[in-house]
Protein backbone atom coordinates (compact mmCIF):
# COMPACT_ATOMS: atom_id res chain seq x y z
CA UNK A 1 0.00 0.00 0.00
CA UNK A 2 0.95 3.53 -0.45
CA UNK A 3 3.29 4.70 2.50
CA UNK A 4 4.89 8.19 3.03
CA UNK A 5 7.51 8.67 5.67
CA UNK A 6 8.44 12.46 6.63
CA UNK A 7 11.64 12.88 8.66
CA UNK A 8 14.38 15.58 8.79
CA UNK A 9 12.30 17.80 11.14
CA UNK A 10 13.89 19.17 14.52
CA UNK A 11 14.71 22.48 16.26
CA UNK A 12 16.52 25.22 14.20
CA UNK A 13 16.85 28.95 15.49
CA UNK A 14 16.06 31.57 13.28
CA UNK A 15 17.61 32.24 9.91
CA UNK A 16 18.75 28.05 10.18
CA UNK A 17 18.69 25.84 7.40
CA UNK A 18 16.52 22.27 7.89
CA UNK A 19 16.16 19.54 5.27
CA UNK A 20 13.05 17.18 5.50
CA UNK A 21 13.26 14.31 3.49
CA UNK A 22 9.71 11.94 2.43
CA UNK A 23 10.07 8.39 1.47
CA UNK A 24 7.64 7.00 -0.70
CA UNK A 25 6.31 3.59 -1.29
CA UNK A 26 3.25 1.63 -3.01
CA UNK A 27 3.29 3.29 -5.82
CA UNK A 28 5.97 4.54 -9.20
CA UNK A 29 6.91 7.60 -7.50
CA UNK A 30 8.46 8.96 -10.75
CA UNK A 31 4.66 9.18 -11.69
CA UNK A 32 2.96 11.47 -9.97
CA UNK A 33 2.93 14.88 -8.20
CA UNK A 34 4.64 15.36 -4.63
CA UNK A 35 3.59 18.07 -2.35
CA UNK A 36 4.03 18.96 0.89
CA UNK A 37 2.09 21.02 3.32
CA UNK A 38 1.76 22.18 7.01
CA UNK A 39 -0.19 22.94 10.39
CA UNK A 40 1.13 25.02 13.08
CA UNK A 41 -0.47 24.94 16.03
CA UNK A 42 -4.09 26.16 16.38
CA UNK A 43 -3.85 26.98 12.20
CA UNK A 44 -5.81 25.13 9.37
CA UNK A 45 -3.10 22.89 7.13
CA UNK A 46 -1.60 24.68 4.58
CA UNK A 47 0.06 24.02 1.20
CA UNK A 48 3.63 24.90 0.87
CA UNK A 49 5.41 23.69 -2.12
CA UNK A 50 4.37 21.21 -5.21
CA UNK A 51 6.75 19.34 -7.08
CA UNK A 52 5.43 17.73 -10.37
CA UNK A 53 6.46 15.34 -12.77
CA UNK A 54 6.07 17.14 -15.56
CA UNK A 55 9.72 19.08 -16.13
CA UNK A 56 10.23 19.35 -12.43
CA UNK A 57 7.82 22.17 -12.31
CA UNK A 58 7.02 23.44 -8.99
CA UNK A 59 4.82 25.69 -7.18
CA UNK A 60 5.83 27.74 -3.71
CA UNK A 61 3.45 29.63 -1.49
CA UNK A 62 4.09 33.26 -1.59
CA UNK A 63 5.15 33.05 2.56
CA UNK A 64 8.03 30.66 1.68
CA UNK A 65 9.19 31.44 -2.10
CA UNK A 66 12.41 32.32 -2.05
CA UNK A 67 13.49 29.94 0.85
CA UNK A 68 12.15 26.60 0.22
CA UNK A 69 13.06 24.52 -2.59
CA UNK A 70 11.43 21.27 -2.83
CA UNK A 71 13.03 18.72 -5.24
CA UNK A 72 12.79 14.77 -6.01
CA UNK A 73 15.16 11.93 -6.30
CA UNK A 74 13.11 9.39 -8.40
CA UNK A 75 15.89 6.58 -7.81
CA UNK A 76 15.63 6.83 -4.10
CA UNK A 77 11.61 7.30 -4.07
CA UNK A 78 12.33 10.62 -2.22
CA UNK A 79 10.98 14.20 -2.19
CA UNK A 80 13.19 16.58 -0.28
CA UNK A 81 12.31 20.26 1.27
CA UNK A 82 15.49 22.42 1.17
CA UNK A 83 14.28 24.96 4.27
CA UNK A 84 15.89 28.47 4.15
CA UNK A 85 16.52 31.50 6.20
CA UNK A 86 13.97 29.95 8.66
CA UNK A 87 11.40 31.84 10.82
CA UNK A 88 9.59 31.44 13.93
CA UNK A 89 6.42 31.78 11.73
CA UNK A 90 7.75 28.57 9.56
CA UNK A 91 6.99 26.46 13.13
CA UNK A 92 4.56 23.31 12.30
CA UNK A 93 4.35 20.02 11.32
CA UNK A 94 5.63 19.28 8.21
CA UNK A 95 3.88 16.60 6.07
CA UNK A 96 4.03 15.01 1.73
CA UNK A 97 1.30 14.01 0.38
CA UNK A 98 0.08 12.74 -3.13
CA UNK A 99 -2.97 12.01 -4.92
CA UNK A 100 -3.17 8.35 -6.28
CA UNK A 101 -6.05 6.47 -7.61
CA UNK A 102 -8.32 8.99 -6.64
CA UNK A 103 -7.01 8.94 -2.92
CA UNK A 104 -5.04 11.08 -1.42
CA UNK A 105 -2.24 9.63 0.66
CA UNK A 106 -0.57 11.77 3.49
CA UNK A 107 2.45 10.82 5.71
CA UNK A 108 2.32 11.33 9.93
CA UNK A 109 4.36 14.38 9.27
CA UNK A 110 7.74 15.83 11.20
CA UNK A 111 7.58 18.55 13.69
CA UNK A 112 9.84 21.87 12.83
CA UNK A 113 10.23 23.91 15.73
CA UNK A 114 11.99 27.44 14.60
CA UNK A 115 13.12 29.33 18.21
CA UNK A 116 16.13 31.20 20.05
Known amino acids: QVQLVESGGGLVQPGGSLRLSCAASGFTFSNYAMSWYRQAPGKERELVATLRTTGGRTNYADSVKGRFTTSRDNAKNTVYLQMNSLKPEDTAVYYC?????????WGRGTQVTVSS
Open 97 to 105: MTYYQSYTY
